[in-house]
T-cell receptor, first 116, second 114 residues
Framework: AQTVTQSQPEMSVQEAETVTLSCTYD???????LFWYKQPPSRQMILVIR??????QNATENRFSVNFQKAAKSFSLKISDSQLGDAAMYFC?????????????FGKGTRLSVIA | DGGITQSPKYLFRKEGQNVTLSCEQN?????MYWYRQDPGQGLRLIYY???????QKGDIAEGYSVSREKKESFPLTVTSAQKNPTAFYLC?????????????FGPGTRLTVL
């Protein structure tokens, strides 16, 4: 079974600075999908960014980018120019591409605080 | 507006009672999921359904039941057999496998056992 590990329960960053959240995963599959979700205080889960394992290029969405290291099974999230609205829980998730719909496997999350 | 709705937002239950959490989606998604969130635990999968009239147990299905009679609806019943039901419950849906297989989440239901 796949597992996802987020080793940083809490992180903090100064406004306008850059922060990197870590995520590692364990899988024997060669193709899969990786996700970062954000959960602000409203508790609504919001998709931040997605990476397909067969793509070597790191995904980018505005101020959010990933560093995907397939051999190391690492999938870190970099937030540039941090804003107060970035304060939230961030969850890394893995999804198998096997036939049919398959659920996400989540890490335990990292709570990010943004300091004004 | 397309999206996922969950009701109620807050739910209180007495010990020994069954309660049902509603989840509806109008995204025309085939798959639906129920997750439970506890502090420090992340999200854990309770049940999921790939098509109507079919569903599979997740990692923590004991004490829960589901039905999928309509594509749009996937209600979760928390039974009296669930020993510690106080938690935040999230419903999600996705279209299918492939590049568009993103899961989208509803706003959640907070269940408290009195």
């Amino acid at each position: 079974a796949q597992t996802v590990t987020q080793s940083q329960p809490e992180m903090s960053v100064q406004e306008a600075e850059t922060v990197t959240l870590s995520c590692t995963y364990d899988t024997s599959e060669s193709d899969y999908y990786l996700f970062w979700y954000k959960q602000p205080p409203s508790r609504q889960m919001i998709l931040v960014i997605r990476q397909e394992a067969y793509k070597q290029q790191n995904a980018t969405e505005n101020r959010f980018s990933v560093n995907f290291q397939k051999a190391a099974k690492s999938f870190s999230l970099k937030i540039s120019d941090s804003q107060l609205g970035d304060a939230a829980m961030y969850f890394c998730a893995y999804r198998s591409p096997s036939s049919g719909n398959t659920p996400l496997v989540f890490g335990k999350g990292t709570r990010l605080s943004v300091i004004a | 507006d397309g999206g996922i709705t969950q009701s109620p937002k807050y739910l209180f239950r007495k010990e020994g009672q069954n309660v049902t959490l509603s989840c509806e989606q109008n995204l025309n998604h085939d798959a639906m999921y129920w997750y439970r969130q506890d502090p420090g635990q992340g999200l854990r999968l309770i049940y999921y359904s790939q098509i109507v009239n079919d569903f599979q147990k997740g990692d923590i299905a004991e004490g829960y039941s589901v039905s999928r009679e309509k594509k749009e609806s996937f209600p979760l019943t928390v039974t009296s057999a669930q020993k510690n039901p106080t938690a935040f419950y999230l419903c999600a849906s996705s279209k299918g496998p492939g590049p568009t297989d993103t899961q989208y989440f509803g706003p959640g239901t907070r269940l408290t056992v009195l």
